[in-house]
């Protein structure tokens, strides 16, 4: 097996670095990349200026075998990435008739006006492999430059993705198929403190070589553990202590997300009410999830209230936390005749702690609610 290659991601937009947006793309991108055994060594933003974007690409270069360039691919004055990569790749740029005869089809199919100005769009450095957008104007690119494969992508995370699945996932699959994967295992846990879960995975994976993470998302601390694929049977017993270890409180593993498993269960029912005396607004935070799919909820009847009460009328489903003795909650769900009911205690008494509390109640309601959708 050879290496793993690893990758770099450089933003360009003003906006990124002055704060006006967060540079989304270079997560989503990164999470793909992970997800084939490839590393991303590094992840840089710079503004639109010239010579801060020749200076990112030398840095992206030096840290990388693959080099994913996003944003300034447009038809306006600070769209000038295109440029830069002819600049420094040292291959001048060709202007392209069949990109312009699809950028004037699709604006004049829109009823939008074809200027000139928007030919800009129409110009890659000459060798390079046009990567065609179906979901705006500005098409990406690829090319290789000193042995680097380098992917000039537009801005817009929906233009990138719908490019990644059509051009460069299956390129990727295909250089990477030999490759020793770098993979990393996680587990969530859920009601023990960050300092109680260090010690004991410090404990249990000390001196075994892996490479050992932590991340805090209330409520949860998760710990990961990187390795060669290469490395995966000799370092099995390990991944078994930790399991057994953290046994009673491990709830996720590999980036689950609890909000995600629950939206699989409510695909079948029409009528959705949630009541939620304890998690402080947390849980309706945390559907957002599932509710920004905005198809998947058209035809659905919602309703949501932090006290007891059911405020549509039919078969719908209702989901509740609701108060318990000694500051715990119980968790409901109800439909029809159908119903189950669970107990939680709370693992955070001390009154500074009330966010961590509503917190971990909402999880705790969320993958109940999942498992319940499991079940049936």
Same mark, same amino acid.
């Given at each position: 097996?050879?290496?793993?290659?690893k990758?770099?991601?450089?933003g360009?937009?003003t906006?990124?670095?002055s704060g006006?947006i967060?540079n989304?793309n270079?997560?989503?991108?990164?999470?793909?990349?992970?997800?084939?055994?490839?590393?991303t060594?590094?992840?840089?933003?710079?503004?639109?200026?010239k010579?801060?974007?020749?200076?990112?690409?030398?840095?992206?270069a030096?840290?990388?075998?693959?080099?994913f360039?996003t944003?300034?691919?447009g038809?306006?004055?600070?769209?000038?990435?295109?440029?830069?990569?002819a !600049?420094?790749?040292? #291959? %001048?740029?060709a202007?392209?008739?069949?990109?312009? +005869?699809?950028?004037?089809e /699709?604006?004049? @199919?829109?009823?939008?006006?074809?200027?000139?100005?928007q030919?800009q769009?129409?110009?890659f450095?000459?060798?390079?492999?046009i990567?065609?957008?179906?979901r705006g104007t500005?098409h990406?690119?690829?090319?290789q430059?000193?042995?680097?494969?380098?992917?000039?992508?537009?801005?817009?995370?929906?233009?990138i993705?719908?490019?990644?699945?059509d051009?460069?996932?299956?390129?990727?699959?295909?250089?990477?198929?030999?490759?020793?994967?770098?993979i990393t295992?996680?587990?969530?846990?859920?009601?023990?403190?960050?300092?109680?879960?260090?010690?004991l995975?410090e404990?249990?994976?000390?001196?075994?070589?892996?490479?050992?993470?932590?991340?805090v998302h209330?409520?949860?601390v998760e710990v990961?553990?990187?390795?060669? !694929?290469?490395?995966? #049977? %000799?370092?099995?017993?390990?991944f078994?202590?930790? +399991?057994?270890a953290?046994? /009673?409180?491990i @709830?996720?593993r590999?980036?689950?997300?609890?909000a995600?498993?629950f939206?699989?269960?409510l695909?079948?029912?029409?009528?959705?009410?949630?009541v939620?005396?304890v998690?402080?607004?947390?849980?309706?935070?945390?559907?957002?999830?599932?509710?920004?799919?905005?198809e998947?909820?058209?035809?659905?009847?919602v309703s949501?209230s932090?006290?007891?009460?059911?405020?549509?009328?039919?078969?719908?489903?209702?989901?509740?936390?609701?108060?318990?003795a000694?500051?715990?909650?119980?968790?409901s769900?109800?439909?029809?005749?159908?119903?189950?009911?669970?107990?939680?205690?709370?693992?955070y008494?001390?009154?500074?702690m009330e966010?961590?509390?509503?917190?971990?109640?909402?999880?705790r309601?969320?993958l109940?609610?999942? !498992?319940r959708?499991?079940s049936?």
């Open positions: 097996m050879k290496t793993a290659l990758a770099a991601v450089l360009i937009g906006e990124l670095t006006q967060v989304a270079a997560s989503w991108i990164s999470g793909r990349l992970k997800k084939m055994g490839l590393l060594s590094a992840h840089l933003v710079v503004p639109d200026d010579e801060l974007i020749l200076e990112g690409l030398e840095f992206c030096s840290k990388s075998d693959l080099i360039v944003g300034g691919l038809p306006t004055t600070d769209d000038f990435t295109r440029e830069i990569i !600049q420094w790749s040292g #291959a %001048e740029l202007f392209d008739s069949p990109t312009w +005869d699809y950028i004037a /699709r604006l004049s @199919v829109r009823g939008v006006a074809v200027e000139e100005f030919k769009q129409c110009y450095p000459r060798g390079s492999r990567l065609k957008n179906s500005a990406a690119f690829h090319l430059v000193a042995g680097k494969a380098v992917f000039v992508l537009p801005g817009p995370p929906r233009e993705e719908i490019i990644w699945q051009h460069i996932e299956s390129w990727l699959r295909e250089l990477a198929k030999d490759d020793d994967s770098h295992l996680s587990w969530d846990i859920l009601g023990r403190s960050e300092g109680e879960v260090a010690k995975t404990e249990i994976l000390g001196g075994s070589g892996l490479e050992i993470g932590y991340r209330m409520p949860y990961k553990v990187s390795f060669l !694929q290469s490395e995966r #049977a %000799e370092k099995e017993n390990f078994k202590a930790l +399991d057994s953290f046994s /009673r409180w @709830v996720l590999e980036n689950q997300d609890a995600e498993m939206s699989d269960c695909a079948a029912n029409d009528g959705i009410c949630f939620d005396e998690s402080g607004g947390y849980l309706w935070q945390r559907l957002q999830l599932p509710f920004r799919q905005r998947y909820w058209k035809s659905k009847s949501y932090n006290r007891k009460g059911n405020f549509l009328s039919g078969e719908e489903v209702i989901f509740k936390i609701l108060k318990a000694d500051f715990g909650a119980q968790i769900w109800e439909q029809g005749s159908d119903s189950g009911t669970e107990i939680i205690s709370n693992p008494l001390h009154s500074s966010e961590r509390r509503q917190q971990y109640f909402s999880e309601a969320l109940f609610w999942a !498992q959708g499991k049936r």
